[in-house]
């Protein structure tokens, strides 16, 4: 199975911020990583594809870079409404496998 | 615009089977990889598995022995079954569209509590 490591497993924030999270696969998976975002109560919500291109509906605040085995999502000038969980998923080779998710909390 | 719902009991007992079906509306079926996903509460998600409307099937090998996944196209539905359910199997179960290319997950569920308990 390729593991999926993120970091960190919490953030805090303040509106207006920028943050970065990262994502490590355990082994090449070229740009077969995706990101979600969730929220409490909610199913996830894909916001990056192929590792840099954004979901149509997604703020172009989000945004995403990376290939091989280091990813990174960054959010650009916080807003309420990114409170939330974040996930990355690589779809490179089953088992699908998922990080451990990003908590992003306000400061 | 595709939707996607869960359906079935909301309890099972333990060592009995977990019986859900996702029904997909707004779009066909057909042409599709179409995955379980779950979620135990606080924690991360977990992949089950994925059947195509091929009839396909891929399973986590950590839970490939007792999943068992199926699709009617007829009724625009596909089906998990999770035998020799205990406490650990306790999770919000997802359904969710495998997208055509990069297989990410374009299309969920609002996802299903399943309790295990006696």
């Known amino acids: 199975d390729i593991q999926m490591t993120q970091s960190p497993s919490s953030l805090s924030a303040s509106l207006g911020d920028t943050v970065t999270i990262t994502c490590r696969a355990s082994?090449?998976?070229?740009?077969?990583l995706h990101w979600y975002q969730q929220k409490p109560g909610k199913a996830p919500n894909l916001l990056i594809y192929?590792?840099?291109s954004l979901q149509s509906g997604v703020p172009s605040r989000f945004s995403g870079s990376g290939s091989g085995t280091d990813f990174t999502l960054t959010i650009s000038s916080l807003q309420p409404e990114d409170f939330a969980s974040y996930y990355c998923?690589?779809?490179?080779?089953?088992?699908?496998?998922f990080g451990q998710g990003t908590n992003l909390e306000i400061k | 615009q595709v939707q996607l719902q869960e359906s079935g009991p909301g309890l099972v007992k333990p060592s009995e089977t977990l019986s859900l079906t996702c029904t997909v509306s707004?779009?066909?079926?057909?042409?599709?990889?179409w995955s379980w996903i779950r979620q135990p509460a606080g924690k991360g998600l977990e992949w089950i598995g994925r059947?195509?409307?091929?009839?396909?099937?891929n399973y986590n090998p950590s839970l490939k022995s007792r999943v068992t996944m199926s699709v009617d196209r007829s009724k625009n539905q596909f089906s998990l079954n999770l035998s020799s359910v205990t406490v650990a199997d306790t999770a919000v179960y997802y359904c969710?569209?495998?997208?055509?290319?990069?297989?990410?997950?374009?299309?969920w569920g609002q996802g299903t509590l399943v309790t295990v308990s006696s």
């Open positions: 969710a569209r495998d997208s055509n290319g990069w297989r990410n997950y374009d299309y």
């Open positions: 707004g779009g066909s079926i057909s042409g599709y990889y």
């Open positions: 059947v195509h409307t091929s009839g396909t099937t």
């Open positions: 082994q090449t998976i070229t740009s077969y």
């Open positions: 192929a590792a840099s």
């Open positions: 998923q690589q779809s490179y080779s089953t088992p699908r496998t």
